[in-house]
């Protein structure tokens, strides 16, 4: 066990609609950082955020967004979803106590969109 | 942009053989840490690397820092069926926004039929 918790663990949902995803980061940690992880594709970064304020963008959308907030959980919103959204998303956390580059993945949401 | 490549993209094991893979950057980097990932969960923090020439080791696993700062190698010895999965590898190059690592598209392990 991580430490990191994310729910849902499972998601169906249809073309064009919204959802949230939503991530507690191991305790102490100030990092979260969202991956997306495709059919058989390595893990894609998506967005970086570091106590509240956002660090680092890799391959977002735009119908994609996140935040953090002062509890240091955080929320991945994906919305007007489109059948190539279907894909497991990770998120992961770092800092605290341990080095602050090794991140620590959650068991992840895997989203299918029909 | 940045890329790691991984090899071999997969691989088939035999129980109690010894497994190597590498991961090589276009530039230097100052950490590697390799995870491991099982179907449908989370990767897993198997190994940290910060110097070049590291050498560290956990349990029947064994990963280098390269000298030359570029690459690293993992190696599995006596593997048994549960090292069955993919592993990562994923580096920070020097400049890096704070945190952030890059992957390699990963190495399939698998069971010999």
């Known amino acids: 066990d991580s430490g990191v918790t994310q729910t849902p663990k499972h998601l169906i949902t249809a073309t064009g609609q919204r959802v949230t995803l939503r991530c507690s980061p191991r305790?102490?940690?100030?990092?979260v950082y969202w991956y997306q992880q495709s059919l058989d594709q390595g893990l894609q970064f998506l967005i970086q955020y570091y106590n509240g304020e956002e660090r680092a963008k890799g391959n977002i959308l735009e119908r994609f967004s996140a935040q953090q907030f002062p509890d240091l959980h955080s929320e991945l919103n994906l919305s007007s979803l489109e059948l190539g959204d279907s894909a497991l998303y990770f998120c992961a956390s770092s800092g605290g106590t341990a080095n602050s580059y090794e991140q620590y993945f959650g068991p992840g949401t895997r989203l299918t969109v029909t | 942009g940045q890329q790691l490549n991984q090899s071999p993209q997969s691989m088939f094991i035999q129980e109690g053989e010894d497994v190597s893979m590498n991961c090589t950057s276009s530039?230097?980097?100052?950490?590697w840490l390799w995870y491991k990932q099982d179907p449908g969960e989370g990767p897993v923090l198997l190994i940290a690397l910060y110097k070049a020439g590291e050498l560290t080791s956990n349990g029947r696993l064994t990963a280098q820092f390269g000298i030359t700062r570029k690459d690293s190698f993992l190696n599995i010895s006596a593997s048994i069926p549960s090292d069955v999965g993919i592993y990562f590898c994923a580096g920070r190059n020097y400049g890096g926004s704070q945190g952030n690592l890059i992957f390699g598209k990963g190495t399939k392990l698998s069971v010999k039929p």
């Open positions: 305790s102490g940690d100030l990092s």
């Open positions: 530039s230097i980097f100052n950490t």
